[in-house]
């Protein structure tokens, strides 16, 4: 009987059960062969060349697990690390996606009998982190990469650094704090009794603060309390012109707490700067004098 055409419907059937995944019991690892049918796979173990590898395979079978398990292996934590990184994962999500490729390395054929007795062997050795829960196994992969161990740990220098830094300026923020009120000293209001020396002006109080208000009041009451009042009042705001610029003076010769935290902070960032094309095993030119003549213009290994 002849061989049916190309674009004949059962040539196209045919192509179309090829795509795709087939059934796993009509697999053969060893010849790494997917039958489509129980006839195909019946006709494939009675073929030459399948009993060829079952004697090579009779010879040393665990040769050929060891084979097959490490590459299961392989395949399964770089899928893991390439698709997930070390994000916690149930372990049904990455087999799905590990077996949806037609070539994959079938479990049967491996030392481990089933997924959970492989999760928990990656949790043994390290590989990866595992827990049990109600529902089921997760796994989370161990990044040994010597690029990424070396980044965690500058990650947790700088992040130490900084937590120093704090602990430093809440310190100076406290010293601040407890000096200005060593250096303050309570003022004890006095009490004196008011004397009227006539009991026909009247008294106005103003109890606003500040100099400006002061002068408006001193205006208003002029009228009422006389030409001495009114000469009081200007006495006082003179008095309480020179000691608010003296006081301002002082201020300005005294820095204040967030001033020196500014200060400090600015120091910090100009002794971490560095210069980042520095790198070792790069060659440079010395183009400066002040290492001798003998080295001017000429070129160095950067150790």
Not at 42 to 62: F, G
Request: glycine share 4%; aromatic share 8%.
């Amino acid at each position: 009987m002849g061989k049916s055409d190309f674009l004949s419907p059962k040539a196209i059937a045919n192509r179309i059960k090829s795509k795709g995944l087939q059934k796993l019991r009509w697999y053969c690892q060893m010849c790494q062969k997917q039958c489509r049918d129980e006839n195909g796979f019946k006709c494939h173990c009675m073929s030459e060349s399948h009993q060829r590898q079952l004697l090579l395979a009779s010879e040393n079978p665990q040769q050929f697990m060891d084979y097959f398990s490490e590459e299961f292996r392989n395949d399964f934590l770089e899928l893991l690390r390439r698709r997930f990184g070390t994000k916690r994962v149930h372990n049904n999500i990455v087999y799905n996606e590990y077996i949806s490729h037609r070539e994959h390395i079938h479990m049967n054929a491996t030392q481990w009998e089933t997924l959970t007795d492989f999760t928990k062997w990656l949790g043994r050795e390290g590989l990866c982190k595992v827990d049990e829960t109600p529902k089921g196994w997760y796994i989370q992969y161990i990044d040994r990469d010597p690029e990424t161990i070396r980044r965690q740990q500058e990650q947790e220098r700088k992040k130490k650094q900084d937590l120093d830094d704090e602990e430093k300026t809440a310190k100076f923020i406290e010293q601040q704090v407890r000096r200005g009120l060593e250096g303050k000293e309570l003022e004890q209001p006095v009490y004196t009794e008011l004397n009227r020396e006539n009991e026909e002006e009247k008294v106005a109080f103003n109890l606003n603060k500040g100099a400006s208000t002061s002068i408006a009041a001193s205006s208003k009451t002029s009228s009422v309390l006389g030409p001495s009042a009114l000469k009081m009042v200007e006495g006082a705001v003179k008095r309480k012109e020179p000691a608010h610029s003296s006081g301002q003076s002082k201020e300005k010769k005294k820095k204040s707490a967030l001033d020196e935290i500014m200060e400090l902070e600015e120091e910090k960032k100009r002794t971490s700067r560095r210069d980042y094309w520095l790198q070792p095993e790069i060659v440079v030119k010395i183009v400066t004098k002040k290492l001798g003549e003998k080295y001017h213009k000429k070129k160095a290994v950067v150790k």
